[in-house]
């Protein structure tokens, strides 16, 4: 793909109901990193949320990238049975304890998160505030059941991209663009092959591609999504390099 969508863009698109593609112009750990930001931004329970003990210092917070004040991951007070005032500070929920009902429970207590603790008082997860207002300002956004932002990547299908791949499904990449500009070739049934085996639980998008019997060849091989479209453009020259491809209906215009 063009480099135009990073994780900025992509966490809005999604939010607002659609799916942006990153990039592949970078660093596969580049790549990832931007992955990640899109998985984090919004959470249902927050299962692994970063700790610190209560003789932490500056230092110790910076190596787990915590920030003072506000901002990046919340910095909550100690739950202290002999301080009278840790009830007022912040709220609790026994695990068990659904996403629906958590949220009712975070809803009424006004709190900026809520903590789900078992019987001998350990931290399980945690629910932010800010997920639920994610929530109510943006009904449509396209997410999975953890309340996790859908984040898809392209690859291309030169081998050296299975390394990447795997850097991408370590950061919880729900969608893999195989990038080609003419997508009915060994190279990308072979690539489309191998990561629906590897990988099963990743949705494959396969092309580009523009007859029935392109279109065929991808679905045998396991793609779950069809690019469509072979035309010219100002980056690509499919169509003028192979003689093949077809033009899109905006590019056309009445004689």
């Not at 920030?67 to 026994?94: C, E, I, L, Y």
């Not at 997920?131 to 109510?136: G, H, T």
């Not at 663009?177 to 396969?206: L, W």
Request: charge should be positive.
């Amino acid at each position: 793909m063009d480099t135009v969508t990073e994780h900025n863009m992509a966490i809005h698109m999604s939010l607002l109901g659609g799916l942006g593609v990153i990039h592949k112009n970078c660093s596969p750990e580049d790549q990832a990193e931007m992955v990640r930001k899109v998985k984090r931004y919004e959470n249902g329970f927050i299962l692994n949320p970063a700790v610190l003990s209560p003789t932490a210092t500056v230092e110790d917070a910076k190596k787990l990238k915590f920030k003072w004040g506000f901002g990046g991951f919340p910095v909550m007070p100690p739950q202290r049975p002999s301080d009278s005032n840790h009830v007022n500070r912040f709220s609790t929920a026994p695990a068990g304890t659904t996403l629906a009902e958590a949220n009712n429970i975070l809803r009424r207590s006004k709190k900026e998160e809520l903590s789900i603790v078992d019987k001998n008082g350990h931290l399980i997860s945690l629910l932010s505030r800010s997920d639920l207002m994610k929530i109510i300002h943006y009904p449509l956004a396209s997410k999975l059941e953890s309340r996790q932002l859908l984040c898809a990547a392209a690859v291309s299908t030169h081998e050296a991209d299975k390394q990447r791949l795997q850097h991408l499904i370590d950061a919880g990449l729900d969608i893999v663009v195989v990038d080609s500009s003419q997508g009915n070739s060994m190279y990308q049934i072979d690539m489309i092959k191998y990561i629906k085996h590897q990988f099963p639980r990743v949705d494959v998008i396969a092309g580009n591609i523009v007859t029935r019997e392109q279109a065929a060849a991808l679905i045998v091989a396991g793609a779950d999504g069809l690019r469509i479209g072979m035309g010219s453009g100002s980056a690509c020259i499919t169509q003028e390099v192979m003689a093949v491809g077809r033009p899109q209906a905006a590019a056309m215009r009445s004689m």
